[in-house]
């Protein structure tokens, strides 16, 4: 009997030690990099099948060209202006409702964001068009100080009218710039725009820390449905490629794992469940509090659907480092044991 409840008792031990591995795994990805719950509502990757088909996610899109034949789908989105009134924009067939929050992500070539003739260029998003229009009051470029009448957020690339940079228009003729800290340069790149509920909004270039700000006053409208949008005008000298875009909702769905309830797994929940180990969970939270299985205890159950919920938010399997795995077993060994003795 003593032997059974000795091997009981090792067996009890090897779960810590490996569950405490996991426990470190997990801490150290979160660490690094928190999940968020994000969900693709268009994406296209151009790949010649037409500027009306996507077959990726919503959609394709429309083209109105005051004249010439301003975008075509080429195995990119290609902006081919050749002329001085040569103008037009593609907008996203559908409407997308980014009331949780949004990441727009687009990777594109340009070889000139200089001055000459009317080199005009913007991308991002815009409140939701007409099915037909045909007004030059929207075939324009909504971003040029003194000429928007639409609502949107987006990325002036040239300098040869408005604030280049990031910039948020409120569809009154007001163009406000947001930021240029990450000055748009030619060649291959990829820029990523991201807003939350609280009109916080981020964005960088090619990875880089993310440049960050708030719109003011009575912030940026996401009750709105917005449509992904791209211009271009006069662009004689070169095209400006679109490789692909990607757009995401912040969403509202519940993640495994997120313990606080803030939409994201991250080290906040890691923290939470370790720090409710073995006890009921954490009061006053917008999530599970740690108890995903709402078993009343926060325990081994509730660790693994941590580690899931880590995983499938992140799309990827994490490996601890062996001197983090000591650190985190020295630290929460003889506590844990305790625990489980007592």
């Not at 000459?116 to 037909?132: C, H, Q, W």
């Not at 009109?199 to 709105?224: H, K, M, P, Q, V």
């Not at 630290?331 to 003795?341: D, E, F, S, T, V």
Request: proline content about 3%; overall charge negative; glycine content about 12%.
């Amino acid at each position: 009997m003593d032997n059974e409840k000795n091997s009981m008792t090792t067996k009890d031990r090897t779960r810590t030690v490996l569950t405490l591995a996991a426990v470190a795994m997990v801490s150290l990805a979160l660490l690094a990099a928190p999940a968020s719950a994000l969900t693709v509502v268009y994406q296209d990757a151009f790949d010649d099948d037409g500027i009306d088909v996507n077959t990726g996610v919503g959609g394709g899109l429309n083209r109105y060209a005051r004249q010439g034949d301003t975008w075509v789908d080429n195995g990119d989105l290609i902006g081919n202006s050749t002329g001085g009134n040569d103008r037009g924009n593609v907008w996203s067939l559908n409407s997308f409702d980014l009331s949780a929050g949004f990441s727009l992500e687009v990777s594109y070539t340009i070889d000139n964001i200089g001055a000459g003739g009317a080199n005009r260029v913007i991308i991002g998003l815009i409140d939701a068009l007409p099915e037909t229009q045909t007004n030059t009051t929207y075939i324009t470029h909504f971003l040029a100080d003194n000429q928007s009448k639409s609502y949107g957020i987006g990325m002036n690339m040239t300098t040869d009218t408005g604030p280049q940079g990031l910039n948020f228009a409120d569809n009154t003729g007001s163009v406000t710039p947001l930021s240029n800290e990450q000055t748009i340069l030619t060649g291959t790149h990829t820029f990523l725009i991201e807003m939350d509920t609280e009109s916080n909004w981020s964005y960088s270039i090619d990875g880089a820390t993310a440049t960050t700000g708030t719109i003011a006053g009575e912030g940026f409208d996401l009750t709105r449905d917005f449509q992904f949008f791209a211009y271009v005008q006069d662009y004689r000298y070169n095209k400006i490629n679109l490789h692909s875009a990607t757009l995401s909702t912040l969403g509202s769905a519940i993640l495994d794992g997120d313990a606080d309830g803030d939409g994201d797994v991250d080290a906040a929940d890691y923290i939470m469940v370790k720090t409710h180990f073995g006890g009921p969970p954490a009061a006053d939270t917008d999530g599970s509090g740690g108890d995903f299985n709402d078993d009343g205890t926060v325990d081994w159950d509730d660790l693994q659907s941590l580690m899931d919920g880590f995983n499938t938010a992140n799309g990827t399997e994490t490996i601890p480092e062996p001197a983090t795995l000591l650190i985190m077993m020295a630290a929460g060994l003889p506590a844990l044991l305790k625990r489980r003795r007592s």
